[in-house]
């Protein structure tokens, strides 16, 4: 965890000479407030740094002798490429089955933000969710799907509008067991 907290008037100067450079007049009435609208909204968007999942966890970790699989579906997903800065966003689903302790429901989508909310790949983000996941609860295994649609793909480069990019995490049972896998799998899809 960092605890570094960004400057907001540094930012906001930042982005005013980025708004010169791209030939843009910072001083017309529409732009007056921008550079520290997006100071505000890029360190919003980036709290995921000054955050650890144990924290947004605050606790919620609760003893239980059931040992089926739990699955959170639909998590909405807003991050940001660390390529371009340009939001990728979809959906992810979680699950786990539970090793003598689980996790409040509405912490899963927490701890899914407190990646989300910092310059990432899509690969990195779906491991560093599982991670989180299994290092919180001990689970005997971890799935992480996640499906999402790239702004730098569909704006610029391949301008590809419909390409959708999966990725995968698989820990523990969900690795080593191809019928555990399956079932994730199949309730996910
Ligand atoms: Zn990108």
Do not use: W
């Not at 919003?44 to 699955?71: C, D, H, K, W």
């Amino acid at each position: 965890m960092l605890t570094h907290q960004p400057n907001q008037e540094r930012v906001a100067a930042l982005v005013r000479e980025l708004l010169i450079e791209l030939g843009e007049d910072p001083n017309r009435e529409g732009l007056l407030k921008t550079p520290e609208r997006v100071a505000k909204a890029m360190t919003y968007l980036t709290q995921g740094y000054r955050q650890t999942p144990q924290e947004v966890l605050n606790g919620a970790v609760f003893e239980s002798a059931a040992n089926n699989m739990v699955i959170v579906r639909d998590i909405e997903i807003y991050s940001l490429c660390e390529h371009h800065l340009l939001p990728f966003y979809g959906r992810c689903h979680v699950g786990y089955i539970a090793n003598g302790k689980v996790v409040g429901l509405s912490k899963i989508a927490r701890i899914v933000d407190c990646f989300a909310r910092r310059l990432q790949i899509q690969e990195r983000l779906t491991e560093d969710i599982a991670k989180a996941i299994q290092e919180i609860t001990g689970a005997e295994g971890v799935g992480v799907v996640m499906n999402c649609a790239h702004l730098c793909m569909m704006m610029r480069g391949v301008e590809k509008q419909n390409a959708v990019t999966v990725t995968s995490s698989v820990l523990g049972s969900f690795r080593d067991d191809a019928g555990v896998r399956a079932e994730f799998m199949s309730l996910v899809r």
